[in-house]
């Protein structure tokens, strides 16, 4: 599996390192950031499928940049390195969603599978919330259009099949999509 790749690390021959093996491995790097808010920008840019990113950084350190880019959905995944594997950063790391944690120094072998499964699980999780969103909106479509043959209900003494035929039959010739009509109609009512 490719993959466009992010790599975050305040010292420039860890990103290289890095690079290299991930480049060997036929995934993309599309860019590198010395410093957490370097990070976000790029994340903003390039919407990678994986960010691989060092917890200790100045400015902005990895831990609060990945809570920013992951809430934000500016990439699919993150991978946390660190020097220190403590309980402290690990416990934050699973909060906000972060999908790796390697311990320094990277070896090839470790780092690879890693990278795999994080973008895989990444591009999964991303179809869930795309579904979810998906779902949500017709969900609240629907109440919308329920709250509206009420209303015709009420107003027009209407039944519920002739309210829902007259949102319907507006839709269609206004070229409208139903749940708009409705709106228009629970927006009028309140």
């Known amino acids: 599996m ?24 036929n995934y993309t790097v599309v860019g590198e950031a ?9 994340c903003k840019q390039q ?12 400015l902005l350190d990895g831990l609060k940049a990945s809570k920013k880019i992951l809430a934000e959905k500016y990439a699919k995944a ?18 906000y ?5 390697l311990v320094k120094p990277i ?3 470790s780092l690879t599978p890693m ?37 015709i209900m009420e107003e027009q003494n209407l039944s519920e099949d002739l309210a829902y035929q007259l949102l319907r039959d507006l839709s269609m010739n206004k070229r409208c999509p139903i749940a708009e009509i409705a709106e228009m109609f629970v927006v009028a009512d309140e």
Not at 34 to 42: P, T, V
């Open 2 to 25: 490719n993959g466009r790749i992010v790599i975050v690390d305040d010292e420039p021959i860890t990103r290289m390192d890095i690079r290299g093996m991930l480049e060997a491995e």
């Open 34 to 42: 010395a410093d957490g808010i370097e990070a976000i920008e790029m």
């Open 47 to 58: 919407h990678p499928d994986l960010v691989i990113m060092d917890i200790s950084m100045p």
């Open 78 to 95: 993150v991978i946390l390195l660190t020097a220190y594997s403590d309980k402290e950063n690990i416990e934050k790391a699973k909060k």
């Open 97 to 101: 969603g972060v999908s790796g944690y």
């Open 107 to 109: 070896m090839e072998k």
């Open 115 to 151: 990278v795999e499964v994080a973008i895989a699980n990444g591009m999964k999780t991303r179809e869930y919330e795309v579904s979810l969103e998906k779902l949500t909106k017709k969900l609240s479509e629907r109440k919308l259009i329920e709250k509206a043959k009420g209303i």
